[in-house]
């Protein structure tokens, strides 16, 4: 079965500073890998995804995530931080195809930046 | 594109009273989701369509809950009877197909007191 583990409840950065949103995942086969954000009283927005090909992935608003096989991770990233990007993030993960179609959500990450 | 809508935004109810969900996914959309998302925690699956049949529902707490995606089109989620720790924002989504990615409604904040 498929897991995604995301290791900080919050995150705290500096707004112009860079910012790192950590995920974990564990799955049988192949990932596919998801990022969502959640703004307050809102639904989940999808930012990016990996299925295949390169490791950096291009997403929304200036984001970007690194697949790493070795480490099971799929951090995500921006270079510089905005105040506006204070919201709720989840990773998600779905195992390759086996006929379970199940996307899991990690726990969240609450990232406030701060003026 | 009009994005994935969900009826009604908040409802509370009493402790063994029923209530019903509805959304309406964004055309052409084969696979429909609905999740429960618990205050602090992240969305968790409780039944999963491809176009009017079910793919997942192992989740999906059947001897109180039940869903129904008629014609592949429009859902609805209920709940009979409720319970207290029933209490979540349900979360309505859809995507093209089962490999890609899914785009959430607003949900529906549900309080049973």
């Known amino acids: 079965a498929q897991s995604v583990a995301q290791p900080e409840d919050q995150v705290n950065v500096a707004e112009g500073n860079p910012l790192t949103v950590k995920c974990t995942y564990s799955?049988?086969?192949?990932?596919?890998l998801f990022w969502y954000v959640q703004y307050p009283n809102r639904g989940l927005q999808f930012l990016l995804k990996?299925?295949?090909?390169?490791?950096l992935v291009k997403g929304s608003y200036g984001f970007e995530a690194e697949f790493n096989k070795s480490q099971t991770s799929f951090h995500l990233k921006k270079p510089s931080a905005l105040v506006s990007d204070s919201a709720l993030y989840f990773c998600a993960v779905r195992d390759e195809p086996t006929g379970a179609n199940n996307l899991f959500f990690g726990t969240g990450t609450r990232l406030t930046v701060i003026p | 594109e009009a994005g994935v809508a969900q009826s009604p935004r908040y409802k509370i109810i009493e402790k063994r009273q029923s209530v019903a969900f509805w959304c309406n996914p964004i055309?052409?959309?084969?696979?429909l989701y609905w999740y429960q998302q618990i205050l602090g925690q992240g969305p968790k699956l409780l039944i999963q369509f491809q176009n009017n049949g079910v793919v997942d529902d192992s989740q999906l707490p059947k001897d109180r809950f039940s869903a129904e995606r008629l014609k592949g089109v429009d859902s609805t989620l209920k709940i009979q009877p409720a319970k207290l720790e029933d209490s979540a924002v349900y979360l309505c989504a859809s995507s093209q197909d089962w490999n890609t990615e899914a785009f959430f409604g607003q949900g529906t904040r549900l309080t049973v007191v």
């Open positions: 990996y299925i295949t090909g390169d490791n």
């Open positions: 799955v049988s086969g192949n990932p596919y």
């Open positions: 055309s052409g959309h084969a696979t």
